[in-house]
């Protein structure tokens, strides 16, 4: 699931795995191993890093909707 968003996220940025890797700080094998679905549970920190550098959303990895205030 989180390599799922991930790769979506690359996707939709439309980076490689080392542009990845030089926005986020990652190494490039941790980011081919985990987008290879390889790593079973990459740490927080990594994952954090890899979204945040990507502009995504931490909620939107573990499926929180976030509610729209009513006027």
């Given amino acids: 699931m989180t390599s799922d968003y991930l790769k979506a996220l690359k996707l939709k940025k439309n980076l490689t795995n080392q542009e990845l890797s030089d926005l986020s700080g990652v190494p490039v094998g941790t980011i081919n191993r ?7 549970n990459p740490s927080f920190q990594t994952v954090c890093d890899m979204v945040m550098a990507m502009d995504g959303s ?14």
Avoid at 58 to 71: F, M, N, R, S, T
């Fill in 58 to 71: 931490l909620d939107e990895l573990v499926g929180i909707q976030q509610e729209i205030p009513q006027a």
């Fill in 34 to 40: 985990i987008m290879a679905n390889q790593t079973d």
